[in-house]
């Protein structure tokens, strides 16, 4: 049950785990593949180019199965930010609600908020065919495209009109909330990213300096 009055909307590659899981797809289909995603996927993060220009394109590159996918998967667990399970679950003791906003892949994405005890998970779902092989994905899904996690939180306050509602991510997609929302909080243990680290109301390297943040707004 999600509380009407605290949610916390993090992001996932990069803030709740090590990695980004369009790269990691793209590593499974060999170097070449993987650093020419990889570029794509840090001009996006970086706000130097539009995620919509590449959203696409990387995956029509990559041509992930589901078997890929949920290798993935496994993986977010296993590179899980190191302070996140005992964080999360003491903000949730004290009334916190925890909600992953991704423009990831919520088949990948869905293990990790198992691990996590997370039930919301918004992020972009995948098609395949019967064999498992890629037959696209959900292209009016809000966070395919600039400008989508405020659609999500927009949603959200819809839903919750009385919440108290903190971001938490590592990149531009993320900033972007910042007026949406109560507070937003850059991340920065794996990448800091200059306008992220300057425009963020606070910045931090580690999750578990979050509820001291929290309690102090």
């Known amino acids: 049950m999600i509380s009407l009055s605290r949610l916390l909307l993090l992001d996932c590659d ?3 785990s090590s990695i980004e899981g369009i790269d990691e797809l ?3 289909q060999g ?4 650093k020419r995603v990889e570029a794509m996927t840090m001009e996006a993060m970086n706000g130097t180019i539009s995620v919509e220009s590449v ?5 029509e590159i990559i041509q992930p199965r589901l078997s890929d996918v949920l290798a993935v998967g496994r993986r ?4 899980i930010e ?3 399970l005992p964080t999360l679950a003491g903000l949730v003791a004290v009334g916190w609600t925890p909600v992953i906003v ?3 892949f919520r088949a990948a994405i869905r293990p990790l908020a198992t691990h996590l005890g997370i039930s919301r998970v918004e992020a972009v779902d995948l098609s395949f065919t019967r064999d498992g092989a890629y037959a696209g994905y959900d292209e009016k899904y809000p966070t395919t495209r600039s400008g989508g996690k405020p659609e999500i939180v927009a949603q959200l306050r819809t839903e919750f009109p009385s919440a108290r509602i903190v971001a938490v991510g590592d990149g531009v ?8 929302v109560d507070l937003f909080v850059g991340f920065g243990r794996y990448v800091q990213r200059e306008r992220v680290k300057k425009e963020s109301h606070h910045f931090i390297r580690a999750l578990d300096e979050l509820p001291a943040l929290l309690a102090a707004h």
């Not at 170097?31 to 993987?34: A, E, L």
């Open 82 to 84: 190191p302070t996140a």
């Open 76 to 79: 977010y667990i296993e590179t």
């Open 102 to 104: 991704s423009g990831g």
């Open 14 to 16: 990069s803030t709740l």
């Open 173 to 180: 997609s993320d900033l972007e909330t910042k007026s949406h």
């Open 55 to 59: 959203f696409g394109r990387r995956l």
């Open 31 to 34: 170097d070449v593949v993987f």
């Open 26 to 28: 793209a590593r499974l």
